[in-house]
């Protein structure tokens, strides 16, 4: 049977949730089309989140934090995505670059790093992907080599999300070109390391206030006080498990955009006039409505379900983790495709708030993993699990095929 974990939300989640609904409405709701047309990041609310203390919830007490969780970040940033879904990824990318600390990371490497990240003064990235290591992430080129004390890593990164802003990035590196399992390490990098620099900020279709980059090692120099848990090799585990942990930040991004899609969608539905009545009026428009409705309210309580898992230690998350971000952000397209239809002609326009929706809610269905990746990384899940559903061979019948003195069939079913 699939283990069950209570879901509570302590006073203190409670309270994040209710700060980060407050920064939302002040700062980032007035402010998100200016910011998208602009490509400029919401500095204030970050600040805003800063100084509430917001940046060390899913960082453990001992190193600055609050210690309250995953869960706790997922509160929040629905909360600062219904608002503006992509200030939602320029903060939940702050837990992406810094949990391979928290996962991997050696005593000295978590009491070094993690109080400037929980005290807002170091932003984080994860360097992760490139060029042509996408969805396979096993197959990075950049390297990292040793000689003497001194760890070179040189290569260009991909998609790197807040790379321009952060002070501490996670890069990922292949020091042992010749291993399957332990090719790849993961260092930490400072923005003020000669050799790292941006090489492009990318213009895209959705997400514009947070800058996403091409990120240059050329020849940083790092020890093995870099080297994120110092031993080698152990890179590509560490970037699984930091991605299991961060997909339920980016699934709670996408329930805060179908969320803010919804409740924009509605109430412009109730303002909007034709053949004399508002629209809500209309049953197609309801149906539009309550379906979108059920459809964000599964996401939401699959993710709160998944960070529970999550903050609950299991090592089983890896499987929820793919369908929280997976189901979420598939619902945050069609809401948001949807709720763009309601707003009708004033839908596809940019001075109206809802085709920014659209435009963010894409993504969500690519990075921290494609879909297509979550579905496989399920279904593996799902069939190495079957092994200990063996109580079903009692009911499903063992095939015989006589063979009358001939070749003996074998049974393949
Ligand atoms: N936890 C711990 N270990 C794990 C793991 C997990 N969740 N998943 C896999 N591993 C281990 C395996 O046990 C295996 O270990 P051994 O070699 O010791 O047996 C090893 O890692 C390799 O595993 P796989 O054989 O499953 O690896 P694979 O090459 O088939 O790839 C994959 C698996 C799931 C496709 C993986 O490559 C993947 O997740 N790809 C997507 C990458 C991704 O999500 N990128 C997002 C970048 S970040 C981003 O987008 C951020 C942003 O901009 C905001």
Redesign the pocket.
Known sequence: MNPLFNISFSDAQLAWREKAHEIAVKYLLPNALKHDKDSSFNEEAFQAAADASMLGVWIPKEYGGSGDGILALALMVEEFSKADPAFG?AFA?NA?GSIPIIVGGTEEQKAKYLPRVAAGKAACA?A??EKFA?????GLSVRAIKDGDTWTIRGEKK?T?NGSRANIITCFAVTDPES??RRISAFIVEDTDPGFSIKKLEDKMGIRSVP?CETVFDGVQVGDDRLIGGTPGLG??HS??T??LARPG?AAQAVGTAAGALELATVYAGRRKQFGQAISGFQMIQSMLADMAQQTEAARWLVYATAAQADAGHKGV?KIAAMAKCFATDVAVKVATDAVQIFGGYGFMEDYPIAKYYRDAKILQI???TNQ?QR??IARNLIKESGDLDYYNQVIPTETQESFGAEPVTANV
């Open positions: 990824v990318v992406l994860f992760l992907s996408g969805s396979d992430a096993g998609w999300t399957r399992s996403v590509f585990k699984m498990m991605l299991d980016v890896t990075y921290e993993g990746v496989m990384v």
